[in-house]
């Protein structure tokens, strides 16, 4: 078995492009991703999967692993599982978000930890407690809810689980919010990346319902440090 950590990274955006090669504090925010990621120690190896020759230039030029992949690429998931090549059914492969410089390396290890200690587990992502209204209504917040053994039901954009009497109780640790960070295995990951995006997937925009639509047993991990990202 062999753990890759996979940042997926785009030139071109529709908000900030050139994003991953902004400098933060110095260095390319791309870079800063790379060197939280290289903290984890589950992680054999880690690598950008890019689009873009000028990306790939600065990563290897910082020391790091970078990976030329298809510009028409649909979605980062598709990215990592073309980036990584010809992976192993029980390689473990963890999608790290190239706008998160302030990466936790103990998530990532946790994430990883939950796919090597129970089988039964497709995918691991993390999730954060929400605690404010405006988050729990807006739109580009992902919410989930889970089952008794933490185990995600659905994720959604709209105020879930909704309170029926009256406003919803923050401290109860039943409002979480999606943290987009992702641990597959290598089997489960293939299988994702023949599947056609489903109905679910197309109108909520969330690319991790095609693996609860799949039947993906997604097992939830409780995030230590929301960590910022750069938008």
Same mark, same amino acid.
Request: charged residues 30%; glycine residues 6%; negative net charge.
């Given at each position: 078995?062999?753990?890759?950590?996979?940042i997926?990274?785009?030139?071109?955006?529709?908000?900030?492009?050139?994003?991953?090669? !902004?400098?933060?504090?110095?260095k390319?925010?791309?870079?800063? @991703?790379? +060197?939280?990621? $290289?903290?984890?120690?589950?992680?054999?190896?880690?690598?950008v999967? &890019?689009? *873009?020759?000028? /990306?790939? +230039? &600065?990563v290897?030029?910082?020391?790091? $692993?970078?990976?030329? &992949?298809?510009?028409?690429?649909?979605?980062?998931?598709? =990215? /990592?599982?073309?980036?990584?090549?010809?992976?192993?059914?029980?390689?473990?492969?963890?999608?790290?978000?190239?706008?998160?410089?302030?990466?936790?390396? %103990?998530?990532?290890? +946790?994430?990883?930890?939950?796919?090597?200690?129970? %089988?039964?587990? *497709?995918?691991? &992502?993390? @999730?954060?407690?929400?605690? =404010?209204?405006?988050?729990?209504?807006?739109?580009?917040?992902?919410?989930? @809810?889970?089952?008794?053994? +933490?185990?995600?039901?659905?994720?959604?954009r709209?105020? /879930?689980?909704?309170? =029926?009497?009256?406003?919803? *109780?923050? !401290?109860?640790?039943?409002?979480? %919010?999606?943290?987009?960070?992702?641990?597959?295995?290598?089997?489960?990951?293939? %299988?994702?990346v023949?599947?056609?995006?489903?109905?679910?997937?197309?109108?909520?925009?969330?690319?991790?319902?095609?693996?609860?639509?799949?039947?993906?047993? /997604?097992?939830?991990?409780?995030?230590?440090?929301?960590?910022?990202?750069?938008?």
């Amino acid at each position: 078995m062999k753990t890759y950590g996979v940042i997926p990274s785009r030139f071109g955006s529709s908000r900030f492009p050139g994003k991953p090669l !902004a400098m933060l504090a110095g260095k390319p925010l791309v870079v800063w @991703v790379v +060197e939280a990621a $290289r903290r984890a120690r589950s992680l054999d190896e880690v690598l950008v999967a &890019t689009d *873009d020759a000028r /990306i790939a +230039e &600065t990563v290897a030029r910082h020391g790091g $692993r970078a990976v030329m &992949t298809p510009p028409e690429l649909p979605s980062g998931t598709d =990215r /990592i599982a073309c980036s990584a090549g010809d992976f192993a059914d029980d390689d473990i492969l963890v999608n790290i978000q190239g706008d998160e410089p302030l990466v936790d390396p %103990r998530l990532i290890d +946790e994430l990883v930890l939950k796919l090597v200690s129970d %089988r039964k587990w *497709d995918m691991a &992502t993390a @999730v954060a407690p929400l605690r =404010r209204m405006e988050d729990f209504a807006a739109r580009t917040v992902v919410k989930v @809810v889970m089952d008794k053994d +933490e185990r995600a039901l659905y994720f959604s954009r709209a105020p /879930i689980p909704c309170d =029926r009497d009256g406003e919803p *109780d923050f !401290a109860s640790g039943l409002y979480v %919010r999606h943290l987009g960070i992702y641990a597959y295995r290598g089997a489960f990951l293939k %299988r994702y990346v023949h599947e056609p995006p489903c109905a679910l997937e197309k109108s909520e925009k969330l690319e991790q319902l095609r693996a609860l639509y799949m039947g993906a047993q /997604i097992a939830l991990v409780r995030a230590h440090d929301e960590g910022v990202g750069v938008d």
